[in-house]
């Protein structure tokens, strides 16, 4: 099994780097802004993060809070590392990596489509799946980008 979060990532998808971690757009923009954050290096569990690696890690907590607030007016925020998929495989190769969910109380409109978050105030719906055109991709990336 390759890993996917060991390949580079997709340049459209890509929203940005420090040392340690890496932020991209996830393919399912249900929730408006959701980005993965995985650890540059292979890891497969959190308590194998090195301190260095952790306290960046809440740095850019910070920073793609900050950034999701003032791109899209987001309300909250969703964090989860579940890496259960990893373990549906015969030879697990778990990767430490976060999904990050922004949460709305209102409407947005971006790109040309509106994004609705009706699940707000309740945890988020996983049956849903909304995947966008590159060009939305490409606006929501950059709009992410400019407020890092």
Not at 39 to 60: V, W
Not at 116 to 143: C, M, N, P, Q, W
């Amino acid at each position: 099994m390759t890993c996917l979060f060991c390949q580079k990532p997709n340049p459209i998808d890509f929203v940005h780097q420090t040392k340690y971690w890496n932020v991209f757009l996830a393919w399912d923009q249900t929730y408006l802004g959701r980005c993965i954050v995985a650890l540059k290096r292979h890891c497969g569990d959190l308590a194998e993060l090195k301190k260095e690696e952790y306290d960046e890690f809440i740095e850019l907590v910070k920073r793609l809070e900050s950034a999701l607030r003032k791109s899209f007016d987001a309300t909250m925020f969703n964090w989860t590392c579940l890496m259960n998929d990893a373990y549906q495989e015969k030879n697990p190769e778990p990767h430490v990596h976060w999904h990050f969910r922004p949460r709305y109380n209102h409407k947005v409109e971006i790109a040309g489509l509106v994004f609705e978050d009706l699940e707000f105030g309740h945890h988020y719906d996983r049956t849903k799946k909304r995947e966008i055109s590159e060009v939305a991709k490409k606006t929501i990336v950059s709009k992410i980008k400019e407020n890092l």
